[in-house]
């Protein structure tokens, strides 16, 4: 299956911009690019969660910098000769501060490599500091054999699309792709600051 050609994409939202929910439009450009790039054949097989406000930096950046952890995640990936689709929405909580929920693709060859990276940058982007806790990174499940077991990898990836879009109008929940496959019920609200959700976008 050829590659598709990546660029970055997502909603233009001032950087001051506050919203306390995702709205559908947001909801479906992240479910549908989130299939796009499994029809691809770069399946999103990774979830990583950046909590930007336990490490210190304040919510008016954290925007930001989770435009540098996609820039250097992507930037890492073209090196070792693949693309990156991505998806990420952005939340606010008393423990993580603002914080970023992300699904990207990670070919299963660079797995291990890929590992220790995503510390090494949110070091880089918070000034050469890290706090434990900042990062925690996971491969879905299934992702290892999605063409061997497709329904397994597919539950999986709508599993994470359903607990990212929970900042969605509750009305929605059944309405949309991911309904009934997660375990926190839509409608919930949180104060962000700046853009609160992006995907990459084909060409």
């Given at each position: 299956m050829p590659q598709a050609r990546l660029k970055r994409g997502g909603a233009r939202n001032r950087r001051d911009r506050v919203t306390w929910a995702l709205n559908e439009r947001q909801c479906r450009h992240?479910?549908?690019?989130?299939?796009?790039?499994?029809?691809?054949g770069q399946p999103l097989t990774r979830f990583i969660?950046?909590?930007?406000?336990?490490?210190?930096i304040?919510?008016?950046?954290?925007?930001?910098?989770?435009g540098q952890f996609i820039s250097k995640a992507?930037?890492?990936?073209?090196h070792h000769g693949h693309p990156m689709p991505w998806v990420w929405v952005q939340e606010n909580g008393d423990t993580f501060g603002q914080h970023a929920h992300i699904l990207l693709h990670v070919p299963l060859e660079l797995a291990d490599l890929f590992r220790p990276m995503p510390r090494r940058w949110?070091?880089?982007?918070?000034s050469g500091a890290y706090v434990r806790g900042t990062v925690r990174s996971e491969r879905l499940a299934g992702a290892s054999a999605i063409a061997a077991n497709p329904m397994r990898y597919q539950a999986a990836m709508l599993g994470k699309l359903h607990y990212m879009l929970k900042c969605a109008p509750a009305p929605l929940e059944y309405r949309l792709d991911t309904g009934g496959w997660g375990?926190?019920?839509?409608?919930q609200s949180t104060r962000v600051i700046g853009k609160r959700a992006a995907a990459w976008q084909r060409r």
């Open positions: 992240l479910i549908d690019r989130s299939f796009d790039a499994w029809k691809a969660t950046l909590a930007w406000g336990l490490a210190g304040d919510a008016d950046r954290a925007g930001w910098a989770t992507s930037d890492w990936m073209r949110a070091k880089a982007i918070n375990h926190k019920p839509w409608g």
